[in-house]
């Protein structure tokens, strides 16, 4: 085997492999952006539903008293439901996490 050849065969497989790291790099800052923006929301849908529980100008007390427990049943749901996503997601953040240490640095060439 010619030594060029497998120089070139390694720097090959180098780039290729590069390629993968940078795509798999991006796809974690998008994940990490992704559980973000899901988390906030949660949060903005929670709120929103606690002031549609304050804004009933009803005439019928009991139909605003019922439009104000649904409307804080919803927000309580929002809560529960982000409480959840962030527990369900907290593993595998960590995980990503804790590779921001290595030395994966994608800008050199």
């Given at each position: 085997?010619?030594?060029?050849?497998?120089?070139?065969?390694?720097?090959?497989?180098?780039?290729?492999?590069?390629?993968?790291?940078?795509?798999?790099?991006?796809e974690v800052e998008l994940l990490k952006e992704e559980t973000r923006r899901i988390q906030q929301f949660f949060e903005w849908d929670a709120q929103r539903w606690d002031?549609?529980?304050?804004?009933?100008?009803?005439?019928?007390?009991?139909?605003?008293?019922?439009?104000?427990?649904?409307a804080k049943h919803q927000a309580i749901l929002r809560r529960m439901l982000a409480e959840s996503f962030k527990t369900s997601w907290a593993d595998t953040l960590a995980f990503v996490d804790s590779f921001k240490d290595m030395d994966l640095d994608t800008s050199s060439t």
């Open positions: 085997m010619d030594n060029d050849s497998t120089l070139e065969d390694m720097r090959i497989e180098w780039c290729k492999a590069r390629a993968r790291v940078m795509r798999w790099a991006e002031e549609r529980g304050l804004g009933n100008a009803l005439q019928d007390a009991d139909e605003c008293e019922g439009q104000m427990a649904y």
